[in-house]
């Protein structure tokens, strides 16, 4: 099992740029979140999934935020355009309801 | 307001020195609380999962407790490569998330040889 896979692990793009991040969950896992983590705030949910519905999008700061779940085994998370506010980590986190597991997350740095 | 709040915010130990690690909870009905390690650069990594009031879990040099309220996480005679930092989280039984996971802030656990 490889676990959950992030791509790309970093990212540095100029400030109105697209970014996408990428997420491949763990194969079986039927709920998916995208959370966002900064000094200053910590982890915040931004998205989750569950059977690749979108359940509770609260946490998307701006319309600028959009995320998409085509299949079970694929996710992504688009940030268009991009402001400095953005630069944090982006960890994608998946479960079979029970011990989420975290991929490595993406650092993005918006510049 | 805050639903996890977790102390002290960096703690600094000798190896051997045995302490605790908080975290108390707000929130209006319990399903679950999670125990995350962080090392730096990395995501959160599972260590335990408490889901009534009196349960104990242990791995290692760690245990893990909840009351209604808190939980502790107790370290036994650290070394340095429990050096990370140490996320809580909370799961509500109630609402509209469920699912969610609701951070703290965690505690930076840094252990002197």
């Known amino acids: 099992d490889a676990g959950v896979i992030q791509s790309p692990r970093h990212e540095v793009t100029e400030m109105g740029q697209e970014v996408t991040l990428r997420c491949k969950p763990i194969s079986g896992h039927n709920s998916l979140f995208w959370y966002r983590q900064t000094m200053m705030r910590g982890l915040e949910l931004l998205i989750y999934f569950n059977n690749n519905v979108p359940i509770d999008d609260s946490g998307m700061p701006e319309d600028r935020f959009s995320a998409k779940m085509p299949n079970a085994s694929f996710s992504t998370l688009k940030i268009q355009p991009s402001e400095p506010r953005d630069s944090a980590v982006y960890f994608c986190a998946s479960t079979a309801n029970y011990g989420y597991t975290f991929g490595s997350g993406t650092r993005l740095t918006v510049v | 307001e805050d639903q996890v709040t977790q102390s002290p915010e960096a703690l600094r130990l000798q190896e051997g020195e045995s302490s605790s690690l908080n975290c108390s909870y707000t929130v209006s009905g319990l399903r679950g609380l999670f125990w995350y390690r962080q090392d730096p650069g990395k995501g959160p990594e599972f260590l335990f999962t408490?889901?009534?009031a009196g349960e104990e879990k242990e791995k290692e040099r760690l245990k893990a407790t909840l009351t209604k309220k808190e939980s502790f996480l107790h370290i036994t005679a650290p070394k340095p490569e429990d050096s990370a930092t140490y996320l809580c989280a909370v799961q509500e039984r109630y609402g509209g998330s469920q699912g969610n996971l609701i951070f703290g802030k965690g505690t930076k656990l840094s252990v002197k040889p």
């Open positions: 408490l889901y009534s």
